[in-house]
């Protein structure tokens, strides 16, 4: 039974950095976003934050101010990181204790530090958000070592039996079905749910602008590392070669790979196919970029649940991915996504063959999933589900 939170006040214990400047505090895009609809949800709301002081402007300069009078922040040190955070476990503590009796619901984020601590400090009802797996980005990190994975799988071991004891006595939602059957195998009750960044504000206009193939306008938006398949990109750009196919290729994002997707587009001379933007801050362009192409590519290995396809989705792109996270489960192969086999470059280069030859398939995919994301996945729903407490979880 769910019911209204409209009276109650929430508190908020997330790993979310703010930047403290001239007495105002400033986020990221996304975290402000979730921050601002989780207010609106109720009478009012405190977050537990880790805040960094900066001095001059230009380090706020991309991020958006809390200026919300129904927010109240409780300013922790900052940390770099989990184990960073294990010198201030008392400081944490002492903030839990501090907020408990004007709380009516704690919502935290797993795995970020302490998420653990208020259902096994109080006896309030408790959320417990997970939107990633440590040990399985640990096991999965190529540029661990053997016996770096390990000690850090050593150390986590405690604070995952701290995590699974809280969360049995919560109500659990996890970003991807796949975290969610892992949890059910340690006897924990959890709802899977699509992460999504999109407001009704954001969705393209309709009517969504005619697809083309002259040339086939392709987007990948995301970190560039192995673990999201870029080594897949590099070898369906190869091949898309071979086929001379008329295609042009906006990859957005920066990490480890940036440099072989430079020194592939040196070699092969592909200046005026492929275009290398690196990280993009402001959210205006990545969406028109976005609204602008007529296939987006995703050849990621593991995701929990991709709102980078949902935003695609959301400003009219198609969509050909892999079948990572919840994409399987929340959308139809054929109708709504195409999927291809992880790390299986001549299936995707086929694929993409396809769509560059049947535009009236691609556009009725395109046109189904826009109207589903519209319906269903907007941020709005997203953070109504993820900060309702549920007595029967």
């Known amino acids: 039974m769910k019911e209204s939170t409209l009276d109650k006040q929430l508190t908020i214990l997330a790993g979310w950095t703010l930047y403290l400047y001239r007495d105002n505090y ?89 998420c653990w601590m208020p259902a096994q400090m109080t006896d309030k009802p408790v959320i417990m958000h997970f939107v990633g797996d440590t040990a399985d980005a640990t096991q999965h990190n190529i540029h661990f070592s053997w016996l770096k994975k390990n000690v850090l799988l050593a150390g986590y071991f405690f604070e995952y039996r701290r995590i699974l004891k809280s969360a049995r006595k919560s109500t659990v939602y996890t970003n991807g079905s796949h975290l969610s059957e892992k949890l059910r195998k340690h006897g924990i009750k959890a709802t899977s749910v699509v992460s999504s960044t999109i407001t009704k504000e954001d969705l393209a206009l309709e009517p969504l602008r005619p697809l083309s193939n002259k040339p086939l306008t392709i987007i990948y938006v995301g970190y560039l590392r192995y673990a999201k398949g870029i080594d897949t990109l590099i070898e369906v750009v190869n091949r898309l070669e071979k086929r001379q196919f008329n295609y042009q290729f906006h990859i957005v994002g920066d990490g480890d790979m940036y440099s072989i997707l430079q020194q592939l587009i040196d070699d092969l001379k592909l200046d005026d196919h492929i275009y290398l933007h690196g990280h993009i801050d402001n959210r205006d362009i990545l969406l028109s970029l976005l609204r602008s192409s007529d296939l987006f590519f995703f050849p990621s290995l593991s995701e929990g649940s991709p709102r980078v396809v949902i935003e695609a989705m959301s400003q009219g792109c198609p969509v050909l991915s892999t079948p990572v996270g919840s994409l399987p489960g929340c959308f139809d192969e054929n109708e709504e996504i195409l999927f291809f086999p992880f790390k299986d470059a001549e299936i995707a280069t086929s694929k993409i063959l396809q769509v560059g030859e049947n535009l009236e398939m691609l556009t009725q995919l395109r046109d189904c999933a826009y109207r589903k994301v519209s319906e269903r996945f907007t941020m709005e729903g997203f953070i109504r589900t993820i900060t309702t407490y549920n007595h029967e979880a």
């Open 26 to 114: 400033y986020t990221i895009f996304l975290h402000w976003s979730y921050i601002e609809r989780m207010i609106e949800l109720y009478k009012e709301t405190t977050l537990i934050a880790p805040v960094k002081v900066v001095d001059l402007k230009d380090e706020i300069k991309t991020l958006q101010r809390l200026s919300s009078k129904r927010l109240s922040i409780y300013a922790l040190p900052y940390i770099k990181g989990s184990v960073d955070a294990l010198k201030y476990v008392r400081m944490y503590k002492r903030a839990i204790k501090n907020v408990v009796s004007k709380t009516d619901l704690f919502y935290c984020r797993v795995p970020d530090p302490f």
